[in-house]
């Protein structure tokens, strides 16, 4: 069975950290560029930061740019992304993609085949 797990989310302040990971079993990632998505209440799904296949290419959209990091680790079949001063807008349920890009990525939903169930971030003092 084909699956993406996301952990590592939870309850942070404002200006904390959290380190989320997503990982695949019943498939390799090696050859999948990874997407991480947020969606908050009441509002659409956000495409938030990707890593290509190699990790030779990553992008972050404006709002998170200099406060988190994408990271892969295909030894452990695991992504990561890394979440450093947080604000409360960061708030919402992440989920993380994979897809056949390739030697690039992409935060367009559309270009992503599997889908792991979210994990919870809420940034609130």
């Known amino acids: 069975q084909l699956q993406l797990v996301e952990s590592g989310g939870g309850l942070v302040q404002p200006g904390g950290s959290l380190r989320l990971s997503c990982a695949a079993s019943?498939?390799?990632?090696?050859?999948?560029?990874i997407g991480w998505f947020r969606q908050a209440p009441g509002k659409e799904r956000e495409g938030v930061s990707c890593?290509?296949?190699?990790?030779?290419?990553?992008y972050y959209t404006g709002s998170v740019k200099e406060r988190f990091t994408i990271s892969r680790d295909n030894a452990k079949n695991t992504v990561y992304l890394q979440m450093n001063s947080l604000k409360p807008e960061d708030t919402g349920i992440y989920y993380c993609?994979?897809?056949?890009?390739?030697?690039?990525?992409?935060?367009?939903?559309?270009?992503?085949?599997?889908w792991g169930q979210g994990t919870q971030v809420t940034v609130s003092s």
């Open positions: 993609a994979a897809g056949i890009i390739f030697l690039s990525c992409t935060i367009t939903t559309d270009e992503y085949q599997y």
């Open positions: 019943g498939f390799s990632l090696d050859d999948y560029a």
């Open positions: 890593i290509s296949s190699t990790g030779g290419t990553t």
